[in-house]
């Protein structure tokens, strides 16, 4: 196959068989983005599918379930009452920080320790320094 030439080009001819390398990359990257494309959009209505199947399910579900009890409730005190929903069980507040034990109390803690023999007299004043001093 030959090009045309300028004025001043000599023709190139390229083999018959042979595809453009250019012409290659370009192809095939078209061809992979349309195929990624046409991809995501069959994920995309497959997905649509499962969510309106799993709609579908739940309605049915919460129909049937009204129905049952709009059956019960009419027909009347022959049958046991329907049992209450168990409602979510209230957890008390969490309470707040332990309260801070005084003073006085921290030291007789402390003189407790010294009489128990848990403590020296050098560690129980280092710690009652502690305590008077703040820090």
Same mark, same amino acid.
């Given at each position: 196959? =030959?090009?045309?030439?300028?004025?001043?080009?000599? #023709?190139?001819?390229?083999?018959?068989? @042979?595809?453009?390398?250019?012409?290659?990359?370009? *192809? *095939?990257?078209?061809?992979?983005?349309?195929?990624? !494309?046409?991809?995501?959009?069959?994920?995309?209505?497959?997905?649509?599918?499962?969510?309106?199947?799993?709609?579908?399910?739940?309605?049915?579900?919460?129909?049937?379930?009204?129905?049952?009890?709009?059956?019960?409730?009419?027909?009347? %005190? @022959?049958?046991?009452?329907?049992?209450?929903?168990?409602?979510?069980?209230?957890?008390?507040?969490? #309470?707040?920080?332990? %309260? !801070?034990?005084?003073?006085?109390?921290?030291?007789?803690? &402390?003189? @407790? &320790?010294?009489?128990? *023999?848990?403590?020296?007299?050098?560690? =129980?004043?280092?710690? /009652? @320094? /502690?305590? &008077?001093?703040?820090?």
């Amino acid at each position: 196959m =030959f090009m045309r030439r300028g004025p001043m080009m000599r #023709p190139v001819v390229r083999p018959a068989g @042979a595809p453009l390398l250019r012409g290659m990359l370009v *192809g *095939g990257t078209a061809y992979a983005a349309g195929r990624s !494309v046409a991809r995501r959009a069959q994920h995309e209505q497959d997905q649509n599918a499962a969510i309106e199947d799993l709609q579908a399910q739940s309605q049915a579900q919460s129909q049937t379930q009204w129905q049952a009890q709009s059956q019960t409730q009419w027909q009347g %005190p @022959a049958q046991a009452p329907p049992q209450p929903v168990p409602s979510v069980p209230q957890t008390p507040p969490a #309470p707040s920080a332990p %309260p !801070v034990p005084s003073l006085a109390d921290q030291l007789t803690q &402390l003189a @407790a &320790l010294v009489q128990q *023999g848990l403590m020296t007299q050098e560690e =129980f004043a280092a710690a /009652k @320094a /502690k305590l &008077l001093g703040g820090g």
